[in-house]
Each structure stands twice: as C-alpha cells, then as structure tokens.
C-alpha cells in the first residue's frame, strides 16, 4: 500500500472516530480529505454519502456500486438512504387545511298574515246569489236538466252557408219510362270430372353411415437453438440466454428450452452490453437510480455485470420493444418465476 493509501486510512479511521463522537462536520473533512488523497476509496464515499442529502448520497453510492459490486455495505447504504427518503417525502406532506365556513345570515322570521274571516252573512249571500243565477239560466233554457227526444236528428238552416249536395236522388216532375222485365234463362251446373291421381310407390333409400374422418392437429413449437459464443460448450446445467434482436430471454438446462419470456432491454443511447456473464447477487427487492430516474424496490432484481441486471418491471408494460437504460425489463410474475429458478453464478449469454 502506498503512503497516500496509508494516510487515506487513517483518515478513514478519524473520521469513523468523530462519527461516534457526533462530531458530523470533523468527520466530513476527513473523508473529504481521504477522497483527495484515495480518489476510488469506497470508505470514504460511503462515509459522505451518509453525511449528505440524498440528492448527493445516491451518486456516490452509485460509483461504490459500479466499482466494487461485492461490497455489502453499498447495498445496506442505499436501502438506508431509500428509507430516509421516503420517510422525509412523508414528513413533508401535510393534509389541506380547509377553510372556516362562513355562516350564513338567517332570514328574520316575518309574522305569519292571519286571513281575515268573513262574516258569516257574507257567505249566506253569496250562495244566495249563486243560486239565483243558477235559477235564471235554466229558466230561459240555457240550462237542461236533459236532452230534447230527437235534438241529435235536427239540421239547421243557415242562409249564409253553402249546402253540399245530397246523394239521396230528388223526385222530378218529368215522367220516365218504366222498363219491362225480360226474363233471363238461369244457367244450369254442369258437373266437371275431375282427375284423381294414382298413387305411385316411391322406392325407399336406406341409408349408409359413413365414417366421419378425423384430423390430427399437431400444434408448432418453436424452439431456438441454444446460441453461445465460439469455443464455449453447453453443459447439463441452468443457463440464460438474452437475444437482443428477437427481445426475447430463454432459459436453458443444457441443450433443453424450459421456458421463454418477452422482454425490453437497452434503447439505443443506453445499449444492453452484450457477452457471457455471471449473477453476481440476487435481491428480492433494489432501488435504482441513475441520470433521471430513480426506481425504488425493483422486485426480483439479478445482477450480472456491474450495475445491469434482470429484474421485474411495475413502471411499463410494453415488453417486447427496448425501454430500459440498459437493464433487462421482465412482467414482474415471470421475473418472479425466472428469479426462484436461476442461482448466484449461472451463466447470462447476451447477443443479437
């Protein structure tokens, strides 16, 4: 180790000392200087990036990652700096306060208008007077107690209206000859023979079963054959293959297709590296970040090189097409079912 290696961790040892002690801003200044001397030094990244916001933190942890994929304590930092986001988005939030309703001015009661009463000669007159009327319209005739016999059968002359003809025939004064009755020959029926058809015997066709024929439908499957790189040989054991043409992932036991699944792989700024690797750690759950996004609890998350990976997907669904900035997107069921089959050190192909 060279001597600025050295001093770089002793720096590291301070500042773990003035973190115990609660000294923040000490601590701090070590690491920074740590980080000066050891540019790639994990502890010291690890170190500010508790020290910081998450807006800071998130990219330091990004470059431990990226550098030293085995180190534990990157994955327990970025669930920790997760958490501590969230919980200060929570805090954050307050419910509307709804503003105090305005009463509202009640009417005044008016006094209700008693109606005056009449009196009680008042209505005896006026029932006096209603029958009076009543008398004097039926003493003209305006008023009938019942219909005249005959009233509906009355036509009613009228100068002034245009009378239409009547279609009953007017007797005339001018004489007219009576016809004399001829008489006419009545015809007689003449009885038709008719034509009764003879009844002819049909013959009767017994019919044959014919045997219905049956048509054996075998369904196609396509199955690809295994692709490795030149010199490579398949063996007996578990291994994935992705091909980036086809957006497709394939899961193999030697040369036999256990299943397949469609997928979205890296858009063409952020392509999918492609080559023979190995699952370097499995997580039930990680939170991505990366030049914005930020993704947190990816489900059913395999990485195998670096910071790419094969993980469930809950933010699209158009799987098939590239989507991602270099990751493998699967439906999340099926990166669930691929996630229990695979282990730690199977191989991952990737090729067009």
Known sequence: MTEQGNRAGILIHQSKQAILAGDAVLARQ??????????????????????????????LLREVLDNDPQNPNVYKAMRWQSERTRQATAAQWEPAVLPEATPVPQPIAQPAIQPKKRPAWAVFAMLFLAGLIIFGLYSVGIIRDRPVAGQQFLIKNETNLLVKPSLTPTNTATPTNTPTNTPTPTPTNTPTPTNTPTATSTPTATPTEMPIPTVEIVPFVYEPEPFLPPGEEISDDKWIDINLSEQKLYAYEGNTLINWFWVSTGLPDTPTVTGTYYVYVKLLYADMVGPGYYLPDVPYTMYFYKGYGIHGTYWHNNFGYPMSHGCVNMETSEAGWLYNWAFVGIPVNVHY
Do not use: C, R, Y
């Open 30 to 59: 070590l690491a920074e200087q740590a980080l000066q001397l050891s540019p790639e030094n994990s502890d010291a990244k690890l170190i500010l990036a508790g020290l910081s916001e998450p807006a800071t933190s998130m990219p």
